[in-house]
Every structure is written in C-alpha cells, then in structure tokens.
C-alpha cells in the first residue's frame, strides 16, 4: 500500500511538470504576447518590463523560471491583476470554486445513487424508464443551457431565486449554480449506479443475503450498494477534470469569482504567469485528488491489491 | 477463450456463407482452411450468448467493409436487433431528420425568404430580434421567420441549420480523428504487449488524469483567431486529439482477445507483416466497439465544441455553431428568450438523440460494453 504510494506521487511530479511544459510550450509558440496587444507601451517601458520578467532571455532561462515557480509553488505576479500576486488570487477563488464543485458533487451523489439504485430495483419498471430518460436528457443537455433556462424560469420569471453573483455560504444565490453544474453528474451517477447495482444485485453475495433472512432494505443498503457504488467510486477521478469545465461555465453563467472565470480571462488576456499557477494548481489538485480515489477504493474494494 | 482442441476444423457448412472464404488462401499451421471455430447457428436466430456474437470467429474479416458482405448475419442481427429499441429508433430517425434538414434547409429558406445564415436586413425596421412566426410589425403572424430573427434582424432557424452543419461536422470530423489515433495506438499496443503495452497504457492512464480541456482552451486561445476558418481546424484537431484515450482502451481489449486466435497464427505463419496484421486482420475485427464508441463520441465531442464556442474560443463568426448560438441568446435571455431557447433546444436534442442511438448500438452490437 504505501509502496503503491509512494510510485503514485513519483509519477505524479513528473505529470504536474509534463503539464505545464506543455503549457508553457504552447504560450512560447504562439505568435504575440501580453505585450503586443491594442495598446503600444512606450519603448523605454517595455524594455524595462522585457528586462523584468526575463522575456529576452534565451528559452531554457525562462523555462527554469517556471520550473523553478512550480517546484517553490510560488507563481509570481499576474500582468493584468495589479495588488494580488497570483498565489493570493488562487487562495481568494478556489473556495469558490471548490465551494461550486463540491456542493454539486455531493447533490449529484445523493439524487443520482437513489434513483440509480430505485432503478436497478425495479428494472424495466415505469421509474426505471423515467429516470433513466431524465438521467439521459442530463446528459445530453449541456449545462450552459440549462443554466439560463432556470434562469429564466425561476428568476425572471417567478422570481423565487436570485439570478446571480456570489453572495458567501450560504446563501440562496448557490442554489441555482449547483443545480445547474450539478445535473451532469446526477445524470451519469445514476447510470453508473443502475448499472454497477444491476450486475451485483444477480451475484451470489446478494442472493445468500436474502436467504438468511435479512430484509430489502438491508440487503440493498448494506450489502448490495457496496459493490454496486465500485464504478461511482471510479468515476469520481475523471468527475473531477469535468468538474473543473463545468465550473468555468456555471462561474461565467452566475457571475461567481472563481478559479474557472480567472482561467479564461487570463487565457483571453494572455496573462501568462496567470495562466502557467492555474494550470500548475489544478493539475497538482486533479492528481492528487485521483491518488486519493484510487486508495480509497482499495479500503472499499477488499479485492484489490496494490 | 478456450481453445479449440479438436484438430478438425467444423465443417463447411457452418461458414460457407462467410466472406472468409473470399478472403484468398491463407494457411493456419495445419494447413487446413482459414477461421477460427465457429459454432453452428441456425438461420438468423439472435445469439444465445452475447459473446458470441463479436470478438469470437463470427466476425467479419479482413479487409471488407460492411455493404459488400451481405451473408454476414452478425450485422443483420444487429440490426434487427437495433430495430426493436424504440429509443435508438427514435434517435436514429432524429438523427437522420436533422442532418437532412441541415444540409437541405438553408438552401430552401434562401429560396423562400431570400434569407441566409448571414443575411442582415438592409431596413434598419428589420434589425432587431423579432419573436417566432411574427412580421416585422412585431404583432401579425408571419411565416417568415418561423424561429424569430436575433437582434441584428437574421433569420434564427436559418442560423440555427447553418450552426448544426458547423456543429455536425465538428463532432464527425474529431471524432474520426479521435478513431484514427484511438485505433492504430489501441491495436498497437494491444498486438505487441509486453513492455511495449505497459508502456503506452500507463501513458493512457496518465493522460486519462490530466485536465486535458485546460491545455486546449490555451491552445484555442493562442493559436486562434487568425481566421474564423482556421479556428474551426483548429477545434478538429485539438477535441480529436484529447477524445481518443477511451477509444485506445476498448481497441486494445478486443486485439488482445483476438491475437491469439488461429486466423492471427495464419497471417502471421504466412509471413504476414506486423503493421498488415494489425490493421488488416484485427483491426477490422474489432470494428463493432469501435463504431458504438465512435458514435457516443460525437455528442461528446459537440458538447466540447458548445462548451468551447460558448466560451468564445470556439466557432466565431460569420460561422455559427450551436454553442456560438447559444452564447449569443444568453445576452439577450430575458428580453429575447427564444434566441436561446431554439439553439439550445436543437443542440439537445440532437445529442439526446445521438445518445439514444449510441446505448442501441451497443446494446445491438455489443451487449458486453454495457457501461455508463
């Protein structure tokens, strides 16, 4: 186990480095910079600013600059955020963001386990059907539609909640957000669920279950949910990278200050040092996020040996 | 899969109709006639054992496209099969609706209405969002434009085609792209094994973890915006090359189940070359994954292309794209709902659809790769 460890963050090191050398690689190629945009700095500045940040310096210079700005996780000043430097931006959204993603999460778990396992209960059944439609149509949805259809519905129209902008934790301003980032996950949840409960429920485990007697109910929610939540529980890793899309639209839908909105505007604005601390943050947060699935289902999973 | 111990080959009978017979002489180490074990089947009877039906001999072989091989009754029966879920047949005649009326539609409204996609009325009157089915005058019924105008005055149900064409095409072409590196890295991997698979599948695995949509909007971002037309090869290229993970994964399962049977023995006794039995002996016989998971990438590869354009990074004009659509109505979402409303509704429903169709072939084609 904590060999299994230790192997995992030895490959994760050199992961958050491959993604953002491909990163920085990217921004070098590209033609233009921050510098050359509408406005013309005056020359002197430019030297000066040039001489700042190294921009002059042959590649492997500024290459060991990033490298280093990883390594000491210090990422320097944005060009376009003057009184922040880029970890305070980090520190100051990713609540948000995390605040966004987790709620959204967790609510996608709770409807989308129940109505999968519902589902797989009764196979084939009216519910069954139903859910699975829905679960489908939450799929196919993309969530930036939706999001303006609640809008729309609930705000604008019956003006139950409000439309948007952050308003701390918590408050009624959430509601729509999650909802809308949450709708995906319900959707695949669901299906993860139904499926994973369908093939356990046919096991042998479940059937001895039921014949010392227990009762549905402890059948299903102890013994049966257990196997049949492996593929949720296998989901969660790929969940979170599409967690992170998600929330770069819901942040710009609801006016919320996220890490995701930060994203774009620093891509739009060719905001490098920016660009290179988000990229590093979340590449960092996704792996480790995926290590820590992956021991988990060990202690879940008592098959799996590492 | 066990192997078959008997020495003899089942009799003709069982196969006769299979194109292998056309495939041109190959030798297994016996000698005898090319392909592996087949069980008896009777007519066009669905087979008691989904295994059965791919992955095992009854598959096509080499070389041969679907169309020229009507004696091979596992796409018959898949299609029989397709047919009697109600839901794939509903996104399938969806599906066809849609690509129909986009590639038909614009030309038909430019001869009725004298509008295209782009066409911004001269009358300043005109430019302004009209809601669905009213005239210009904002209270008589109109079939001009059946979808209202946006707010420069075009037509939506227009702009709406034309978007589904951009959108359509995205999703085929990424998605083609997506099978081209999927397959070829998938057999691959799978054929040679050893090392070799270790290798490139925890190169899979390592990429599976990487938030791979941050690198494409810097890669959108910096490289677009030369021209509207590039960025649309831009958005081929880069969903292409991030959806194949999946792709290799389910090619590489159905290579290694199929490398160690007979007809693989054969090519390679008959001196066959490596590359040449990859692509022409295995590959073709894992076609039917590959063409379910082909046809569940395309809505994801649209949704990315939305999630993109929406963004402002994708589709950016005179082109349109559903996302690009949809994008635009939400500026205006409380005064001219519909601008989002049609777009939206459209983009959903064709990927619903395409959904629907996707599980159907699975469950017809494949009914091991139940997932999701």
Redesign the interface.
Known sequence: MLSFIIRRLL?TVP?VLV?VS??WG??R??PGNFYTGEKKLPAAVEKNIRAKYCLDCPWYQQYGRVMKSILTLDFGHSLRYENETINEILMRTLPVSALLGLLAYLLALAVGVTFGTLAALKPNSKLDYASMAVA??G????N??LG??L??VFS?SLYWLPPARWAGFPSWNLVLPVITLSAVYMA?IA??TR?GMLEVLRSDYIRTARAKGLTEKEVVVRHALRGGLL?VVSFT??AL?FL??GT??VE??FAMPGLGNY??NA??N?DEPL?IG??AF??IA??IF?LLVDIAYGFIDPRIRY | MSEDRTPQVPTEEGRSQTPRDARGPALTTRGTPPGPPIRRREGDEIHPFPEMAVGEGDVRTAGESPEVMPGSSLWRDAWKRLLRNKLAVFGMVVVCFIIVAVIIGPPIIKALTGYEYDTIPNDPALTNSFPPLTAPDGKSFSWTHPLGTDSAGRDMLARILQGGRISLMVGIIATFVSILIGVTYGATAGYLGGKVDDVMMRIVDVLYAIPYMMIVIVLLAFFGGRSPLQQIFLLFAALGAVSWLTMARIVRGQVMSLKNQEFVMAARAGGVSTPKIIFRHLVPNALGPVIVYATLTIPSVMLQEAFLSFLGLGVQAPYASWGSLAQEGIQNIAVFPWQLVFPGVTMALTLFSLNFLGDGLRDALDPQMRKF
């Open positions: 490959v992961m993604v491909l990163t990217l921004i190629l590209a489908m149509l799929i196919s949805l993309p930036f539609v303006p259809l809008v729309l604008l695949y299906r993860l499926s593929p890793g790929p990278a992170i899309t770069v639209v710009r839908i994203f774009i891509n739009l060719r660009i988000i990229v979340i590449s996704v792996l995926n």
